[in-house]
Nanobody, 118 residues
C-alpha cells in the first residue's frame, strides 16, 4: 500500500517562504509525483508535477515562485514555495501516479495546511 507522508505546512506571512515534503513508501513503478491544493469552496488544482524522468510543470499562478524537486535516494518530493501570497492559502496534497497492473493509479497524502496571512 502506497503511503505518502506530508510535512512542512504552517502559517507564513505574505512574501515569505515555506517548504513542503512528501515521503513516498510505495514500490510500484512511479510515473510522476505532484502537489495539488484545495482552497475552501474551490476544486482541487494541480500546483506542480514532476515525472520519473525529471520533467516538471507548474500552474501558471505559481510559476517562478514555486519549485518542485525530488530526492530519489530518499523517495521524497519537495515543494519549495517563495513569495507566498494570501491566495496560496489552501490544503496542499501530495500525489503519486503509479503503474499498477498496466493501469495508472493515483495515490494521495492526507494533506497539509498552508496559510498565508499577516
Amino acid at each position: 500500500q502506497v503511503q505518502l507522508m506530508e510535512s512542512g505546512g504552517g502559517l507564513v506571512q505574505p512574501g515569505g517562504s515555506l517548504s513542503l515534503s512528501c515521503a513516498d513508501s510505495g514500490s510500484e513503478v512511479l510515473i510522476a509525483m505532484g502537489w495539488y491544493r484545495q482552497a475552501p469552496g474551490k476544486e482541487r488544482e494541480l500546483v506542480a508535477r514532476i515525472t520519473s524522468n525529471g520533467s516538471t510543470n507548474y500552474a501558471a499562478s505559481v510559476k517562478g515562485r514555486f519549485t518542485i524537486a525530488r530526492d530519489n535516494a530518499k523517495n521524497t518530493v519537495y515543494l519549495l514555495m517563495k513569495r507566498l501570497k494570501p491566495e496560496d492559502t489552501a490544503v496542499y496534497y501530495c500525489n503519486a501516479e503509479r503503474l499498477v497492473a498496466a493501469e495508472t493509479l493515483s495515490y494521495w497524502g492526507q494533506g497539509t495546511q498552508v496559510t498565508v496571512s499577516s
